[in-house]
């Protein structure tokens, strides 16, 4: 984002009104009682010039919102007769939609191919945003790393990019596919940013389930590993959100029929159930911030660390505080402790010093790509 702080931040609450209001209560229907709400959404768009529209949609790009956001702005548009932003908005949607609709089809291709021949495979973090898609398209698979690059390569004349050190940590590699221009990100037998989550990872696929997307058939992790995996990705390795885990994970608590604990037995084979908590407790806080409500039992509430944080806005994301981070890094690395587990204990601290390489190399290259 190259706009202005507090002009970024007004883009990032209108477009959390729009999704949260759409797509946490009402399902995405335009009734006539939301209209009203919306003229205030709908008029701050279409007072935006042509860069300020630039901006605006870059930063629901990256947070991965822009089908949501621009489909309920269209309603509220066309509905309030505003033809001007109803025409910006299908332009962009037609555009994007095409590039979903390309990247599911490779999505399942590729999928099919490494499951028939051995290397079972499960859809993680990608499908989460559905009727977005993120930049990327991630796999999980139990499969040896030699047969995925075979099957890769032989398929879909597919080539791994250059890894960084936090990718060997983890054990994943990107692919680049011809005619996709996604990368394909593939976790390989382990999960975690040092690769320290072996028997989490297992349930991965242990426990996947079927999901349709786009009319097409997908296995995905279950809902209580979909949790565990967002947790880790934004609390314990980025310490940031993007707008769509707010939505992606409140519509899974709403739609799916989550087992608590089974959650937090998932979460402990990890030793990140306070992690897990604190995931949860800072979605419910930001979506309650704009109308939304997320239900979340006692235990969880009572097991997250700084129940009363939230997310704050910074750098086109909503920013979890490094302290909250730090703690729940050190109470994994005690839970590793108690619990033997060789694995982890090997791994974790490898984090903070990768973390550190990763900022020091941004501040002076402005990259931290072959790093993190």
């Not at 030793?271 to 604190?278: D, S």
């Amino acid at each position: 984002m190259n706009c202005a702080p507090r002009q970024a931040e007004q883009h990032m609450e209108t477009v959390s009104r729009l999704t949260v209001r759409a797509y946490c209560e009402n399902n995405g229907e335009t009734s006539p009682e939301d209209l009203e709400h919306l003229k205030d959404d709908l008029h701050c768009v279409s007072s935006l010039n042509a860069a300020q529209l630039t901006e605006f949609l870059e930063l629901a790009d990256s947070n991965h919102v822009v089908v949501r956001a621009l489909t309920i702005l269209q309603n509220a548009a066309i509905a309030l007769g505003n033809n001007s932003v109803a025409e910006w908005c299908e332009g962009w949607l037609v555009k994007e939609r095409a590039r979903i609709e390309h990247g599911i089809e490779m999505l399942q291709s590729i999928c099919g191919a490494l499951e028939s021949r051995g290397c079972k495979v499960t859809v993680i973090k990608s499908l989460d945003h559905w009727p977005d898609l993120g930049s990327d398209l991630d796999l999980y698979t139990s499969a040896d790393e030699d047969r995925v690059q075979q099957v890769m390569r032989e398929e879909f004349d597919a080539h791994p990019v250059e890894r960084s050190w936090g990718d060997r940590l983890a054990h994943k590699w990107n692919y680049s596919v011809p005619g996709l221009p996604e990368l394909v990100e593939i976790h390989v037998q382990v999960l975690g940013q040092t690769g320290e989550h072996a028997q989490m990872a297992k349930r991965v696929i242990d426990r996947r389930v079927r999901k349709v997307v786009g009319g097409r058939d997908f296995h995905v992790p279950a809902p209580e590993e979909r949790i565990v995996i967002s947790t880790l990705q934004r609390v314990y390795r980025h310490f940031y959100f993007r707008l769509c885990d707010m939505i992606d994970m409140t519509l899974l608590m709403q739609s799916e029929p989550l087992d608590f604990v089974e959650l937090r037995r998932a979460a402990h084979v990890a030793g990140i159930w306070p992690g897990v908590a604190t995931f949860l407790c800072l979605i419910q806080s930001y979506i309650g911030n704009y109308g939304g409500y997320v239900p979340l039992p006692q235990e969880v509430i009572h097991a997250a660390h700084a129940r009363g944080e939230s997310v704050r806005f910074g750098n086109g994301f909503l920013r979890v505080s490094k302290l909250t981070g730090a703690g729940l890094y050190g109470s994994q690395l005690v839970h590793a402790g108690r619990h033997r587990d060789v694995r982890a204990l090997l791994r974790l601290p490898l984090l903070p010093p990768l973390a550190i390489s990763a900022l020091v190399a941004h501040s002076l290259t402005g990259n931290d790509k072959g790093i993190w």
